[in-house]
């Protein structure tokens, strides 16, 4: 059984006992969640697709932590100005494990 889920605006594929970097949710470590809108539920043969989410599915997830991403480098450089300009940026994540999905 497998399901996809819409969280911080992107789409992933879960199944049970499956762990996964999402965008950062509200929550401490050991909390249970409800992982956003789901979008699709497979189980077997039998598939249900949501028109534009499916009515009445689920999917809990457990918090297992709150890292960060990898670190994104920036460089803008003006060509015979002498100005270059260097940023950085690491996304907030939540490590998250499915715990239960429900049709």
């Not at 762990?19 to 598939?47: M, P, S």
């Not at 990898?70 to 460089?75: A, G, L, Q, R, T």
């Amino acid at each position: 059984m497998y399901a996809v889920v819409r969280t911080g605006g992107k789409q992933y594929k879960v199944a049970q006992g499956v762990q996964l970097n999402v965008e950062r949710l509200e929550g401490e470590a050991g909390d249970v969640i409800d992982l956003g809108e789901v979008l699709l539920v497979a189980n077997g043969d039998t598939v249900n697709i949501g028109k534009p989410i499916v009515d009445g599915a689920s999917v809990k997830a457990e918090i297992l932590g709150h890292p960060r991403g990898d670190k994104k480098v920036i460089f803008k450089k003006n060509r015979r100005h002498g100005k270059q300009l260097t940023k950085g940026h690491r996304q907030e994540l939540t490590r998250v494990k499915v715990t239960e999905i429900s049709a």
